[in-house]
């Protein structure tokens, strides 16, 4: 199935759109995935983006910070309280005038989060990243369309 057949809805619209006549065209043809001591760089991970698309990534979803984000870049190390709980997908990147690098993420918790429904986190080279979000990574390559 492809992202057009599950437009993203908040959680008051959950209906189901599976239809078997288009999921069984689709087969997964690869994953990558990465943890922590596999010591992925910024760079790395940005290969990745560019090469396979958007990938799961898991943050400390349960701060403060993460759980109130409304606008802008998060660039608090203090978002991270030492543990992931929460999955997230990276779906880009980018570059502000000053040359920072920000990963951009689509939550699920619906429009009414963050920046209708995403977030963008600073780009921290080695560590767990701001929330954590640089210490895994998912990303499966599906055929079939």
């Given at each position: 199935m492809k992202a057009s057949?599950?437009?993203y809805l908040d959680k008051k619209n959950s209906n189901c759109?599976?239809?078997?006549?288009?999921?069984?065209k689709a087969k997964v043809v690869s994953?990558?995935?990465w943890k922590p001591s596999d010591n992925l760089s910024v760079v790395q991970i940005v290969q990745?983006?560019?090469s396979g698309g958007p990938f799961v990534t898991y943050v400390d979803g349960f701060t403060t910070m993460f759980m109130g984000y409304k606008t802008g870049i998060l660039?608090?190390?203090c978002c991270f309280g030492g543990r992931v709980n929460h999955g997230v997908v990276t779906v880009g990147y980018g570059i502000t005038g000053n040359?920072?690098?920000y990963w951009i993420i689509r939550n699920h918790w619906g429009t009414s989060?963050?920046?209708a429904g995403y977030m963008r986190l600073s780009m921290v080279n080695g560590g767990p990243g701001i929330c954590g979000n640089q210490l895994y990574g998912d990303q499966l390559t599906m055929m079939g369309y």
């Open positions: 057949d599950y437009p759109f599976y239809s078997s006549l288009k999921a069984d994953r990558a995935s990745r983006l560019e660039n608090n190390p040359f920072n690098g989060w963050g920046d």
